[in-house]
Every structure is written in structure tokens, then in C-alpha cells.
């Protein structure tokens, strides 16, 4: 049989997100972002988000792994590794502090040129999102976050800027960071992050804000991604969804479509950008519903008009859902149908691993939207011990990372899927965006840190390190 191998200018990299791993944010006028007002969180806790800074609480981002200070070091390591690509994020607040300003702020945009200038000097080419979890605080204070239309034209502003300053220095773009995991309405962290949505205690308007949010914020990446096209024709911009296929718990009719109409709540973002309007059902259940979002005529325009070139996607894991017999309608009612998957082993922090899931994922993005596909999260959260003599052995994320790689290129090599690259999570240990913690660690490199915020910030490289360099040297062929 005639394998399909991977292309030779394959994208091999590693992902981060700005407010994760930078620290410095209070430096050079940065503003402050939802994500600096939250504190730590556990294992099973979640993180609080508070007004403002409160005195006395520890902000694990505050300063991060110190990559502002030490971005040299770590983008050395990077192209040590082989890296083709490296995915970061821009700080909307270093570059508009409040978000609201006519002028950006120099000091933001020197970095940022640096960053990428530091990156082609190993010929790695930077793939950039542009929010990822980390919009103005003063636009959820003053504005109430994405329920606001005024935020589209900031965001534009931002996304004008950027693309204009580092036209020549970034090819591959991203708008919003897993805009879909906003489904989960009752989670006040995803609302916080997606969309600078602080939610009332009853939450009683959760729902409704969130389909006015995603709107505004699908307007405002159609917007950019013309303008982007528009600055430089050349540009390659694409939507991130968090791809986590849904299961059905069973054989059972019910249970299968209760899976399928899981599918259609969490993908209709990925409808939108990729094909330029809301799809039928989720036309007919906002009306059904007396959900009314403000969505104009000049927005269906607009959506149509600025469909993107790739979807990202992160895999981390499928879920299960089961049928209930209370949900006639086949609502997707989030976590309450969830259940556990007896076929799939869990993380210490019990995210099913599941490879299969991945392939499965990919031939359904690849039939949906018939787009090129860029991998741009994967990895496993674990728990690292630094042996004596300063060496991590992880072999269990040697272990999820080949399994997955290889379930990519099984995609490739038998579904025929187009599959431009795959940067797997967290390539040093940052914070991790659920919890706070350090202690869950994603990387090649480790970075001596605790979840208090003791430690030197060494950086280490693991077992894991030498491996992935070996599967970029061979573009796969060696997991
Ligand atoms: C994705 C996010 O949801 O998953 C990242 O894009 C995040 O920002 C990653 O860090 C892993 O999640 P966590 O909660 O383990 O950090």
C-alpha cells in the first residue's frame, strides 16, 4: 500500500499562552487581565476570581515561569528540540492596557518584536492566537466583558495593530482560544476566560449572555480575519476549538443522540467560523428557546465573509454522555449527562485518555468543514519527580504523546486528512489555566516551581525532552 507521510515542512512545535508563562504583569504598562485575578486553586478545587487584587492572596500568574525575562533561554531550548513552530499568544493587555485606548502601548509591541525576532533566529516560525484567556479586566469592569458589542470594535483595534506590526515577522494567526468551551454556561472560569463574563450567583443569566458573548466574539473573528487577509494576503488565520468528541454511554438510540445533540451545542462555534453562518439547528433551538441574541443582518455579512483559512484544535480527551429520561428534548445539559467512560483510563487529574478519540476527532473536522487542520494542543497534566542528579524520567508522557502522534498520523496515512502541524501543550511547565497549580506539568522542560511559587525557575530537560527531538529529526517516522 502507498503510505501518505507527513509533509516535510510539517509544523513540529510547542504551545503556551502568554498570561500562563510570561509573569511580568504589572511590567512596561501592562494592564491587568482576568487571568491576574485569579488565585490558585487544586487538584479538584477550582480557581476564585476576584474583584480586582486582593492583598494577601497568591496570583500564580503574576510571574509565571518568567519567560518576559527569560524567553532567550527558553526559545534556545525550543530550537534545541528541533522546533518548526512555537504557538504563544499576545497579552491583549500589553499592548492595550485597559483595552479601550486609542494608542497602544510601545513597550508591549517591542516585545512581542523581540519574541518573534529571537524565534526566526532558529528559523521557528511563530503561531500566534490572539486572545487566549487573557482579555483587559477594565473591559469586564466597565464594559461587562463580550456581552458588549463595543468590545468587537477593541478587539479589532488590537487585532489591527498587531497584524500590521509583525505583518512580515507572523504568517499563522488565531482568534479566540476554545471559544467553545463557553458551552459549559454553569462554569464561572470558562465564562471568565472566554469572554470576561462574571455571572450572577444564580446564574440565571448564564445561558443567554453566553449566546449574546459568542456572538460578538464570532463577529469580531470573522472582522479580523478579512482585515488580517486584507494587511497581508499571505496570512493563514484559523479558529481554535477545544475538540472533545462526545460519546454515547450506549447503544441505546436515545443515548446516541442525546451524543449527537451534545456534538451540535459544542460545534456550532466551529460551524460559524469555518462555513459563515449559524447551522439550522442552532438557528431553531435559539428561537424554541427565547433566546435572543442581537444578531443583526450586517453580522450574517460579516460571519460569511471572514471564515478561516485552518480550525486549530486542542485534544485532550473524549467524553461520555448518557440519555435521561427527564430530558426529553435532548438538551445538553453539560456535566449533569456526563458519565464515566469504563473503556478509557483517566490523568491523576482524571481527564480520560483516550488516543482513538483523536483520529475519531480529526476525520470528523476533516468531513464537516473540509479544511486544513493545525493540532495545537495535546499533552498530558502529570505529576514530575526530580531525581538526584537533576533528571525527570516521564515516561508516561512519552507514552500519551507517541500514542497520540501516532493516531495523527494514522488520520493522515489511512483518512487522507490534511494535518498542517501539532504543538502539543505546555512544551515548558507553565500554570496550569484549570487549577493554578505547577505541579501539573505538561512539558519537556521543567521549571523549578512549586504551587506556592518557591523554587530557583531552573529549567531542566526531561526524558521527554530527547524524544520528541528525536520524532521531529524524523518527522515522525521514529515515536
Ligand atoms: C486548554 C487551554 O484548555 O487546556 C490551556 O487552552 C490550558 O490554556 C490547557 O492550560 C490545559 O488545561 P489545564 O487546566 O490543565 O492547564
Not at 464570532?218 to 475538540?243: D, E, R, T, Y
Not at 496515512?413 to 506539568?441: F, H, N
Request: glycine fraction near 8%; aromatic fraction near 14%; hydrophobic fraction near 35%.
Amino acid at each position: 500500500m502507498n503510505k501518505l507521510f507527513l509533509p516535510k515542512n510539517f509544523l513540529w512545535g510547542g504551545a503556551v499562552a502568554a498570561n500562563q508563562l510570561e509573569g511580568g504583569w504589572d511590567q512596561d504598562n501592562k494592564g491587568l487581565s482576568v487571568a491576574d485575578i485569579m488565585t490558585a486553586g487544586a487538584n479538584g478545587k477550582a480557581r476564585e476570581i476576584t474583584d480586582g487584587i486582593v492583598k494577601g492572596k497568591y496570583y500564580p500568574n503574576h510571574e509565571a515561569i518568567d519567560f518576559y525575562h527569560r524567553y532567550k533561554e527558553d526559545i534556545k531550548l525550543f530550537a534545541e528540540m528541533g522546533f518548526k513552530c512555537f504557538r504563544t499568544s499576545i497579552a491583549w493587555t500589553r499592548i492595550f492596557p485597559n483595552g479601550d485606548e486609542e494608542q497602544p502601548n510601545e513597550a508591549g509591541l517591542k516585545f512581542y518584536d523581540q519574541l518573534f525576532d529571537e524565534c526566526h533566529k532558529y528559523g521557528i516560525e511563530p503561531v500566534i492566537t490572539l486572545s487566549h484567556f487573557e482579555m483587559p479586566y477594565h473591559l469586564v469592569k466597565a464594559y461587562g466583558g463580550w456581552r458588549n458589542r463595543k468590545l468587537i470594535d477593541f478587539f479589532v483595534r488590537f487585532a489591527k495593530t498587531v497584524f500590521k506590526r509583525y505583518k512580515d515577522k507572523v504568517s499563522y494567526w488565531m482568534t479566540f482560544n476554545e471559544i467553545d468551551n463557553q458551552t459549559d454556561y454553569t462554569n464561572r472560569f470558562l465564562m471568565a476566560t472566554n469572554s470576561g463574563l462574571i455571572l450572577k450567583n444564580d446564574q440565571s443569566d448564564a445561558e443567554s449572555l453566553m449566546y449574546q458573548a459568542a456572538h460578538y466574539e464570532l463577529v469580531a473573528s470573522a472582522l479580523a480575519v478579512k482585515l488580517g487577509h486584507s494587511i497581508n494576503p499571505n496570512f493563514q488565520i484559523g479558529c481554535m476549538i477545544n475538540m472533545t468528541p462526545v460519546y454515547p454511554a450506549s447503544s441505546k438510540p436515545a443515548d446516541i443522540f442525546q451524543a449527537e445533540k451534545a456534538m451540535q451545542r459544542r460545534y456550532w462555534f466551529s460551524d460559524i467560523h469555518a462555513l459563515g453562518k449559524y447551522p439550522e439547528n442552532m438557528e431553531v433551538f435559539l428561537k424554541q428557546n427565547n433566546f435572543r441574541p442581537d444578531i443583526t443582518s450586517e453580522d450574517r455579512i460579516v460571519l460569511k465573509e471572514g471564515t478561516v483559512d485552518y480550525i486549530g484544535l486542542s485534544y485532550y480527551n473524549s467524553m461520555t454522555v448518557q440519555s435521561k429520561e427527564s430530558n426529553p428534548g435532548f438538551h445538553f445539559i453539560g456535566p449533569e449527562l456526563t458519565v464515566d467512560n469504563p473503556n478509557v483510563e483517566k490523568s491523576d487529574w482524571g481527564w480520560p485518555i483516550d488516543p482513538l478519540g483523536l483520529r475519531y476527532s480529526l476525520n470528523w473536522l476533516a468531513d464537516h468543514y473540509h479544511k486544513p487542520l493545525f493540532i495545537v494542543e495535546n499533552g498530558l497534566g502529570a505529576y514530575d519527580k526530580v531525581e538526584n542528579s537533576q533528571q525527570i524520567h516521564d515516561p508516561y508522557r512519552i507514552a500519551y504523546l507517541k500514542a497520540h502522534i501516532q493516531a495523527m498520523i494514522d488520520a493522515v496515512q489511512e483518512d487522507g486528512v490534511k494535518v498542517i502541524g501539532y504543538t502539543p501543550w505546555g512544551c515548558i511547565d507553565l500554570v496550569s489555566a484549570g487549577t493554578g497549580q505547577m505541579s501539573k506539568r505538561y512539558g519537556f522542560i521543567y521549571v523549578d516551581k512549586d504551587d506556592q511559587g518557591k523554587g530557583s525557575l531552573k529549567r531542566l530537560k526531561k526524558d521527554s525532552f530527547f524524544w520528541y527531538q528525536q520524532v521531529i529529526q524524523s518527522n515522525g517516522s521514529q515515536l
